[in-house]
């Protein structure tokens, strides 16, 4: 795994689901972290009711907010490493407000408190809370207020890289099914394509197999019987766009 920031938001993607616990950063919850967690974590975050449901996910993997990135950057480095969401921004050299955000995957978006990441085309993938977990949310539907480039992340790549295999389909992994209704969009978006804008969730539902069937007849391709799974043909035309 490389250092880069289109690494960083793969990487957050095929995080979706993991349970969102205040002071983990992707390692097992044991009982004994468990244990340290609720004795050692400042306030009150470790309520009864959220006590009881967090001990139903020992033996899984858990995080925060800032938590994934942490995990990444151990996951890709080897290296511990541990700061609050708010101690990453003061850390930040390039910053500014969320109104001003570069189009390009991996920048880190917060309001106080708190901090997601940017996968492009309006989404981002976050550990919002202990209802929520990891998710992907859109950048509009959330109050963030600034972005930052993270400075343990190399931003080296403009856009997210086409899945590899080239085979997109309801069994490949979340991250193509995002790549694929990311790139539909900016279709829909440009005009080439006619229909709604997808929800970006990494689910290859009927809705995206719509808009799958709508590029094609756009480009001359008479695949509708085939419209369950996208291979490199129509991927490498994507990527061009």
């Not at 880069?4 to 002071?23: D, H, Q, W």
């Not at 983990?24 to 309520?47: A, C, E, M, R, S």
């Not at 003061?90 to 880190?108: F, H, R, S, V």
């Not at 804008?197 to 509708?224: F, I, P, Q």
Request: proline content about 4%.
């Amino acid at each position: 795994m490389e250092n880069s920031n289109t690494e960083l938001a793969r990487f957050c993607i095929s995080k979706v689901g993991v349970p969102y616990v205040m002071g983990t950063q992707g390692k097992i919850l044991t009982k004994d972290l468990y244990n340290w967690l609720v004795k050692h974590n400042p306030g009150k975050w470790f309520t009864l009711a959220r006590r009881l449901k967090v001990k139903k996910w020992i033996g899984r993997e858990a995080t925060d907010c800032h938590g994934l990135i942490e995990w990444f950057v151990r996951e890709q480095s080897g290296q511990k490493y541990d700061t609050t969401a708010d101690g990453a921004f003061l850390a930040a050299q390039e910053k500014g407000e969320i109104k001003t955000i570069p189009e390009q995957p991996g920048i880190c978006v917060r309001y106080k408190g708190h901090v997601g990441i940017y996968i492009g085309g309006g989404y981002v993938v976050e550990a919002r809370g202990f209802d929520y977990g990891v998710c992907i949310t859109r950048l509009s539907a959330r109050p963030w207020t600034h972005w930052y480039r993270h400075n343990r992340i190399k931003y080296t790549d403009p856009a997210l890289p086409a899945p590899e295999p080239m085979q997109i389909n309801g069994v490949t992994d979340r991250y193509s099914v995002v790549w694929l209704q990311l790139a539909l969009n900016r279709q829909i978006k440009a005009g080439y394509i006619q229909g709604t804008m997808l929800t970006v969730d990494g689910v290859y539902g009927s809705k995206t197999a719509k808009m799958v069937a709508e590029y094609w007849r756009k480009r001359g391709w008479s695949k509708e019987a085939e419209i369950w799974s996208v291979g490199k043909g129509t991927v490498k035309a994507l990527q061009k766009t």
